[in-house]
């Protein structure tokens, strides 16, 4: 089974660079520093876009330039999925760690893998609808036009939109996703149609004032991907957040563990 994951990175950071782990510079077209590391800046690429795109540069490159694998995997220089996590970990929506632990957590149980479609972080909840945030978020006008743009593309999303956007709370965070080639690009085509096309149509231009504005939306908008495709085996997994450049970590163990803790009870009861 051919893998990559692709890991972002816009400076210099401690990198995994063991397969199926693959680092890639993201705005490189734009960059000061070369982060000696392949770039979005090659072949078919948005590379320019990412102030507003962040790691979806990335994603549209891996959609356009990665031809030889069969599962591929988005994530951060320090956000990747747990792809081993302990029973306590487990049902938690995110997990703050050091790098010792993320490199004990970042292998891959390959014979797992084949048994999912898509793998993504463990869902967040918030108090009020996604539409209700975004337009608290953003400009209201633009969150409106968002959905006109998918139902005018794809009509036949248009009821998944309503129930995951409009009335729905859950989402799950940073674009990080693990996928078989054919969904991912599947999946790609339909969220770049939909973004570009907004670009067009955004009241407020693309500006330094709206940074990682695209990247926002994507967010929420996976969401209404999958719940188009109910076949699609997912599966959750917590995400790994390092702390720190030097592996230090910021809290006592035992302070750690009770909030890590608490912090699940918390998430749990939003469910």
């Known amino acids: 089974m051919r893998i990559k994951i692709f890991v972002c990175f816009h400076k210099k950071d401690f990198v995994i660079d063991t397969p199926p782990y693959i680092p890639i510079q993201?705005?490189?077209?734009?960059?000061?520093?070369?982060?000696g590391m392949i770039g979005d800046d090659t072949g078919d690429n948005i590379s320019d876009k990412n102030p507003w795109y962040c790691e979806l540069t990335a994603q549209?490159?891996?959609?356009?330039?990665?031809?030889?694998?069969?599962?591929?995997?988005?994530?951060?220089?320090?956000?990747y999925l747990d792809f081993c996590p302990s029973f306590f970990y487990q049902f938690r929506p995110y997990i703050h760690s050091d790098l010792n632990y993320l490199i004990q957590h970042t292998s891959l149980p390959e014979s797992k893998l084949s048994d999912y479609d898509v793998i993504i972080p463990s869902q967040r909840s918030l108090t009020t609808p996604l539409y209700d945030s975004l337009c608290m978020s953003h400009v209201k006008a633009d969150v409106d036009i968002l959905g006109d743009v998918v139902s005018e593309l794809y009509p036949e999303y248009k009821m998944d939109y309503d129930k995951v956007i409009k009335v729905g709370n859950k989402y799950t965070p940073c674009n990080i996703l693990f996928a078989k080639k054919k969904i991912f690009d599947d999946y790609s085509k339909w969220l770049f149609d939909i973004l570009f096309e907004f670009e067009k149509k955004l009241t407020v231009p693309m500006s330094p004032y709206q940074p990682r504005l695209m990247g926002y939306y994507s967010e929420r908008l996976l969401y209404v991907f999958l719940h188009h495709h109910p076949k699609y085996k997912k599966k959750h997994l917590p995400m790994i957040l390092v702390d720190d450049e030097k592996n230090k970590p910021l809290f006592p163990l035992l302070l750690r563990e009770?909030?890590?803790?608490?912090?699940?009870?918390?998430?749990?009861?939003?469910d």
Not at 26 to 35: F, I
């Open 26 to 35: 993201v705005g490189k077209a734009n960059a000061k520093v070369d982060l």
């Open 258 to 270: 009770t909030l890590r803790f608490i912090s699940c009870l918390l998430y749990k009861s939003l």
């Open 60 to 79: 549209y490159w891996i959609w356009k330039n990665c031809k030889d694998a069969d599962y591929v995997g988005l994530c951060h220089y320090r956000r």
